[in-house]
C-alpha cells in the first residue's frame, strides 16, 4: 500500500511559517496535483513528502511507515525534477541506472529495467547519446525513465514541463498519463498549470498561502469552488467577478445595473461570479442583460474571447463562437446564464444555494 497521509504538517523558514497544518490523505494509486500560484507554498509540500526537507511540525506517513524523520532514499520515492538534473557526462542508460548501480543491483535487472522503461517512454534508440544530444522533451523523458526503474511506491513530480514547448507539454502530459495507467502507483504532481492539473489529476489541491483552499475532482472544484480563490484560479480566461449589493433576488452593479440572482442566499454586499462560457452576446432588449463596450476582442482561432467593460468599470470576457465578431470601442449587450451565477460573501466565500 502506498497511502501518504499528512497530518498537521508544518514547515518554518526561520520565523516564517510555509505551511500551516496540512492535513491530506492520498489513496494508493491515485493520481494528485497539486497546484496554486508561484510562492503557494505547492513545491514545498512536495519536498517535505520527499524528505529533501524536514517538517516542523506534524507528520508524514507512507503507506503503514511513519516516514516523518526518515531519510530520502528509504521513503520509497522518487522524484523527477523540473531542471532534468542528469548526468553530462554518462548516456543516457548510464543515467537511467545509476540509481540502481549504486544500490548495487544487479547487472541483469538493471539492464531489464533500464530498457523496459525506455520502451515505456519510447526513447529506446536513444540508450547511447549523451543529454547534449537530446532535446528537452527527450531529456525529460529520460529523467522520467529514471523514476521509473527504481520501482518507488509513490512518484512525485515537480513541475516537470515546464520547460517544454506547448506541443511537447501534451505530448509529454499524454505519456504521464499512460504511465500511471500502466503502473497504478501513487503520483504527487507539482504544477501552476491549469491545463496540466485538470487533464491529469484524479484529484487537485488547490494550495494558496500554505493552506489547503480545497480538494476535490477538478470538475467538482470547477463548477463549485468553495472559494472566490478557487473560483478565480482554475479557468482561463478566468472567472468573471462583479461587486454588487444584493437584495431580495436582485443584485445592483455600483452604477445602478440590476442583475437577476435566483435564490442568492444572502443580502448585502457580494461578489458574483460568472464564467466567460456562461456569457453570450444578445439582442439589446434582452431581459437580464448587461450592457458594456468592447475593450478588446481576442482570436483564438475556434472561438474568440471579448472583453467588455460595463458602465461600472467593470471588465468581463465571455467566449464567443459567432460569425461575426464586434469591433473596439462597439456597444454591446451580454446575456449570462441567470443559473450559473455564483454568489460569493464578503470574506470571499461562496454561497451554497438549494
Known amino acids: 500500500m502506498a497511502t501518504v497521509t499528512l497530518e498537521g504538517v508544518r514547515k518554518a523558514f526561520g520565523g516564517v511559517e510555509v505551511i500551516h497544518g496540512v492535513d491530506l490523505e492520498i489513496a494508493d494509486g491515485e493520481f494528485v496535483v497539486f497546484v496554486g500560484p508561484s510562492g503557494c507554498g505547492k513545491s514545498t509540500l512536495l519536498r517535505l513528502i520527499a524528505g ?54 544487479a547487472r541483469e535487472t538493471v539492464d531489464q529495467r533500464v530498457r523496459a522503461a525506455a520502451d515505456m517512454l519510447q526513447i529506446g534508440e536513444l540508450l547511447e547519446r549523451r543529454p547534449r544530444e537530446l532535446s528537452g522533451g527527450q531529456r525529460q523523458r ?102 454588487v449589493v444584493i437584495a431580495g433576488c436582485e443584485a ?6 440590476r442583475i437577476a440572482v435566483p435564490r442568492p442566499g444572502l443580502a448585502g454586499p457580494a461578489t458574483l461570479g460568472i464564467r466567460p462560457e456562461d456569457l453570450a452576446l444578445a439582442g439589446a432588449d434582452h431581459a437580464d442583460a448587461l450592457a458594456g463596450q468592447v475593450a478588446l476582442v481576442e482570436e483564438l482561432g475556434e472561438a474568440r474571447s471579448i472583453h467588455v467593460e460595463l458602465g461600472d468599470g467593470t471588465l468581463v470576457v465571455l467566449r464567443d463562437r459567432g460569425d461575426r465578431a464586434p469591433r473596439r470601442d462597439e456597444r454591446v449587450t451580454i446575456a449570462p446564464a441567470v443559473e450559473r451565477w455564483h454568489v460569493f460573501d464578503a470574506d470571499g466565500l461562496r454561497v451554497v444555494r438549494d
Open 252 to 257: 445592483r452593479l455600483s452604477d445602478g445595473t
Open 142 to 243: 529520460v529523467a522520467i525513465a529514471r523514476a521509473i526503474v527504481r520501482e518507488p511506491e509513490v512518484f512525485l513530480f515537480d513541475e516537470p514541463l515546464s520547460n517544454l514547448d506547448a506541443a511537447l507539454r501534451a505530448q509529454t502530459r499524454v505519456e504521464l498519463a499512460r504511465m500511471h495507467e500502466r503502473l497504478g502507483r501513487t503520483m504527487i504532481f507539482v504544477t501552476h498549470d491549469q491545463v496540466e492539473a485538470m487533464t491529469l489529476a484524479d484529484r487537485l489541491v488547490v494550495l494558496n498561502a500554505g493552506r489547503v483552499e480545497q480538494i476535490g475532482a477538478p470538475t467538482e472544484l470547477y463548477h463549485r469552488p468553495r472559494s472566490r480563490f478557487v473560483a478565480g484560479f482554475l479557468g482561463s480566461p478566468q472567472m468573471n467577478f462583479l461587486p
Open 52 to 105: 529533501l526537507e524536514d517538517v516542523s511540525a506534524g507528520s508524514i506517513s507512507i503507506g503503514e511507515r511513519d516516514v516523518t524523520d526518515i531519510e530520502p532514499a528509504r521513503r520509497g520515492v522518487s522524484m523527477v525534477f523540473q531542471s532534468y538534473a542528469l548526468y553530462p557526462h554518462m548516456n543516457v542508460y548510464r543515467n537511467i541506472a545509476f540509481g540502481l548501480t549504486l544500490a548495487k543491483t
